[in-house]
């Protein structure tokens, strides 16, 4: 019941109704893929500038992923760099709202499909933005949606899949049917944790317990977005293949009912930053993207990150410093990600420079004047 609930509210955002949940986005992706039928000596063609469960997703399949370099302006590759990339063996192409930012979404997916290869949008970072007008998760034979921590909005960790491409159906539902049932131990723990974040945490002890729950997901002491063997390996860790909880779907219908509201916020929190950036003359997202993005962290290039963001620890302001590699949060052994980094020369430089400035805060003015203060540190 609930979850019809869930879905009818996301799909009056998405404008579709075929909805699938799972315990993560990452779990989404790997779903579609198997539907999609992937499997090894596939070759699945991801922008060089993306997080490493989407490639564990791929290798846990037994395919390859096949990175393409990015543009600086949207961060995502132009069309021709995935065309190029294409081989005999390319089953999918993914493409991906980086911060919002999405590109020729329209164009590569009619390009794949006359080619017979799927199209996935990764929308993680864009559930409530538009491409041309119409929401992100429009174009291609399916998308997948994060509601983790800080996505556009929030079950604590979860996600969902959206299916354009009905053929695509009964494949999802014979590979769901191995889904696994979160534990109640697994229920309990992301209880505590929303509970935590929305009666216990305060501005002032956010940082420590942000600190707190940072180290003890990274030794997989509580849920976390990533269990720790997800960023060390490929080897698909156990427990994996989750379905949602009713704890995720309750969370999520309270979410989306101040959705609206904070993307408002957000949009206008993005011009402010692009206004102030226009104004020095750096970095900035175009005022043309402006329009249909939802910008969920702000993008902006920094001389030296470690410097800039110790300087904005001590202010108290958040910086992110999503995608600081192109295979995020992984610096090393990207290898086991089959990934070669002469290949992608501006996500490498654009991971050794940004951070992200937040796109949700209430105080904007104050991630201004910081920036202003630092700007000769700005690129
Ligand atoms: C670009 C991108 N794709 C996929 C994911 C996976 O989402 P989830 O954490 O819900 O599995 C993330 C996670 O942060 C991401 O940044």
């Given at each position: 019941?609930?979850?019809?609930?869930?879905?009818?509210?996301?799909?009056?955002?998405?404008?579709?109704?075929?909805?699938y949940?799972?315990w993560?986005?990452?779990?989404?992706?790997?779903?579609?893929?198997?539907?999609?039928?992937?499997?090894?000596?596939?070759?699945?063609?991801?922008?060089?500038?993306?997080?490493?469960?989407?490639s564990?997703?791929i290798?846990?399949?037994?395919?390859?992923?096949?990175?393409?370099?990015?543009?600086?302006?949207?961060?995502?590759?132009?069309?021709?760099?995935?065309?190029?990339?294409?081989?005999?063996?390319?089953?999918?192409?993914?493409?991906q709202?980086?911060?919002?930012?999405?590109?020729?979404?329209?164009?590569?997916?009619?390009?794949?499909?006359?080619?017979?290869?799927?199209?996935?949008?990764?929308c993680?970072?864009?559930?409530?933005?538009?491409?041309?007008?119409?929401?992100?998760?429009?174009?291609?034979?399916?998308?997948?949606?994060?509601?983790?921590?800080?996505?556009?909005?929030?079950?604590?960790?979860?996600?969902f899949?959206?299916?354009?491409?009905?053929?695509?159906?009964?494949?999802?539902?014979?590979?769901?049917?191995?889904l696994?049932?979160?534990?109640?131990?697994?229920?309990?723990?992301?209880?505590?944790?929303?509970?935590?974040?929305?009666?216990?945490l305060?501005?002032?002890?956010?940082?420590?317990?942000?600190?707190?729950?940072?180290?003890?997901?990274?030794?997989?002491?509580?849920?976390?977005?990533?269990?720790?063997?997800?960023?060390?390996?490929?080897?698909?860790?156990?427990?994996?293949?989750?379905?949602?909880?009713?704890?995720?779907?309750?969370?999520?219908?309270?979410?989306?009912?101040?959705?609206?509201?904070?993307?408002?916020?957000?949009?206008?929190?993005?011009?402010?930053?692009?206004?102030?950036?226009?104004?020095?003359?750096k970095?900035?997202?175009?005022?043309?993207?402006?329009?249909?993005?939802c910008?969920?962290?702000?993008?902006?290039?920094?001389?030296?990150?470690?410097?800039?963001?110790?300087?904005?620890?001590?202010?108290?302001?958040?910086?992110?410093?999503?995608?600081?590699?192109?295979?995020?949060?992984?610096?090393n052994?990207?290898?086991?990600?089959?990934?070669?980094?002469?290949?992608i020369?501006?996500?490498?430089?654009?991971?050794?420079?940004?951070?992200?400035?937040?796109?949700?805060?209430?105080?904007?003015?104050?991630?201004?004047k910081f920036?202003?203060?630092?700007m000769?540190?700005?690129?």
């Amino acid at each position: 019941m609930k979850a019809d609930q869930y879905r009818q509210m996301i799909a009056g955002v998405l404008g579709n109704d075929l909805i699938y949940f799972y315990w993560k986005g990452r779990v989404a992706l790997y779903a579609l893929l198997k539907a999609m039928k992937v499997a090894p000596g596939d070759e699945v063609i991801v922008p060089g500038f993306t997080c490493v469960v989407v490639s564990n997703a791929i290798k846990y399949t037994g395919a390859r992923p096949v990175y393409v370099d990015v543009e600086k302006d949207t961060m995502n590759p132009a069309p021709e760099s995935f065309y190029r990339a294409v081989t005999g063996k390319t089953k999918v192409v993914l493409v991906q709202n980086t911060f919002g930012l999405s590109t020729a979404v329209d164009e590569i997916s009619a390009f794949a499909r006359a080619q017979n290869i799927f199209t996935i949008e990764d929308c993680t970072h864009g559930f409530g933005g538009l491409f041309k007008g119409k929401p992100n998760g429009s174009y291609c034979d399916a998308a997948f949606f994060s509601t983790q921590w800080n996505k556009p909005f929030s079950t604590g960790i979860g996600g969902f899949a959206s299916v354009n491409n009905h053929e695509l159906i009964p494949g999802l539902e014979k590979v769901n049917r191995d889904l696994i049932h979160p534990s109640l131990k697994d229920r309990m723990v992301l209880a505590m944790l929303l509970f935590s974040r929305d009666h216990i945490l305060t501005d002032s002890n956010y940082w420590t317990l942000r600190s707190l729950y940072r180290f003890l997901s990274r030794n997989d002491l509580v849920i976390g977005s990533s269990q720790g063997g997800e960023l060390t390996g490929t080897e698909m860790p156990p427990g994996y293949f989750k379905s949602i909880s009713g704890v995720q779907v309750k969370k999520g219908i309270r979410s989306l009912g101040d959705f609206a509201a904070l993307l408002e916020r957000r949009k206008e929190n993005g011009g402010i930053y692009t206004r102030l950036l226009a104004d020095h003359g750096k970095y900035h997202v175009g005022w043309k993207l402006h329009p249909d993005h939802c910008f969920l962290k702000y993008p902006a290039l920094v001389k030296n990150r470690d410097d800039f963001e110790e300087k904005a620890r001590k202010k108290k302001i958040e910086l992110g410093d999503w995608f600081c590699s192109p295979v995020y949060p992984v610096r090393n052994n990207w290898e086991l990600w089959d990934l070669d980094p002469a290949k992608i020369p501006n996500a490498l430089y654009l991971s050794e420079h940004i951070v992200n400035f937040p796109a949700e805060t209430q105080y904007p003015e104050k991630v201004v004047k910081f920036a202003e203060k630092f700007m000769d540190e700005i690129l």
